[in-house]
């Protein structure tokens, strides 16, 4: 698989529920983070988790990061209609004078009424 | 929030012609960055500079490229000879500092077409 491979590709949940997604990356990282994209939009950060922490919370959003096994998920509780969106993880290494992050494929979650 | 400002939202071009996609990074940062998106596919990482010198390309920031930043607050990206591939959406972001450990801030983007 390649760097940043997000599982599943495709989520569809009814509002209140909770939706997991989990990525897997092959290189050594400094951190990792997640972004959610509207469809058609920008990137908007939604968390970071640094390569010596293991768990990490943000209003409804919890990640964990297993660098064992070179996973991290992402959850996300009572989910809202307006939490539909495709979301990615993104690797961070620092490479040279500035940092470069490698996304992965990402996943669509639909939240349904 | 402060944000990252990308003109224009939408582009497009003849194949063969050049573009410029212009962004406004955040004003006190000093890493600006370059990142595309091929409909359906991974966000790629394109370029980052620092310093007025690029600091990382990758292999598809070919010589077709090109970054500029050429006054204290426009970050651009040229594209010489565009190509029907080169159709995408191009994100421009910043940060702080370089060191691996923060977010970056990206802008809305800059939906190309080639026709």
């Known amino acids: 698989s390649q760097q940043g491979e997000e599982d599943p590709q495709a989520l569809s949940i009814q509002e209140g529920e909770n939706a997991t997604m989990n990525c897997s990356y092959k290189t050594s990282i400094n951190n990792l983070q997640w972004y959610r994209q509207n469809s058609g939009r920008g990137l908007v950060h939604l968390i970071l988790i640094r390569s010596n922490e293991r768990e990490k919370h943000s209003g409804r959003l919890r990640v964990t990061l297993d660098t064992s096994k070179k996973s991290s998920s992402l959850l996300i509780t009572a989910s809202r209609a307006a939490d539909t969106a495709s979301y990615f993880c993104a690797t961070a290494t620092h490479t040279g004078t500035a940092s470069k992050l490698t996304f992965g494929t990402g996943t669509r979650l639909q939240v349904t009424l | 929030e402060p944000e990252v400002t990308q003109t224009p939202s939408h582009q497009v071009t003849q194949m063969g012609q050049e573009v410029i996609l212009r962004c406004v990074p955040i004003?006190?940062?000093?890493?600006f960055y370059w990142y595309r998106q091929i409909l359906g596919q991974k966000v790629e990482f394109l370029v980052s500079?620092?310093?007025?010198?690029?600091?990382?390309k990758s292999e598809i920031f070919d010589d077709q490229f090109s970054v500029e930043r050429p006054d204290g607050s426009n970050f651009t990206l040229k594209i010489r000879s565009t190509k029907l591939e080169d159709s995408a959406m191009y994100f421009c972001a910043s940060t702080l500092s370089g060191t691996g450990g923060e977010k970056l801030f990206f802008g809305s983007g800059t939906q190309l077409s080639v026709l």
């Open positions: 500079f620092y310093n007025n010198e690029i600091s990382e």
């Open positions: 004003s006190n940062h000093l890493y």
